[in-house]
């Protein structure tokens, strides 16, 4: 097992991962924090390239309908 222990915190207690006996101790909260903002950095990512593939299939749509005249 790592170093790393993992306990569960009532609801309602915020508390950062400290130092206990030489280990860190990640809460409940610490990973669903971490989760979530990875969740959200990914999201921005998506919508990102979505907008960019949408830019790219109007251009060539664009294109195509030049090409057509």
């Known amino acids: 097992m790592s170093s790393l222990d993992v306990s569960e915190k ?3 207690l915020a508390e950062e991962s400290k130092i206990e006996n030489g280990e860190q101790v990640v809460t409940v ?3 669903a924090t971490e989760i979530e903002q990875s969740l959200q950095k ?3 990512d998506v919508r990102k390239n979505d907008l960019e593939f949408q830019e790219q299939f ?3 749509q664009k294109r195509l309908r030049s090409l057509e005249k």
Do not use: R, S, T, Y
């Open 58 to 60: 109007e251009a060539i």
């Open 29 to 31: 909260f610490d990973l």
């Open 10 to 12: 009532p609801a309602g």
């Open 42 to 44: 990914v999201m921005e």
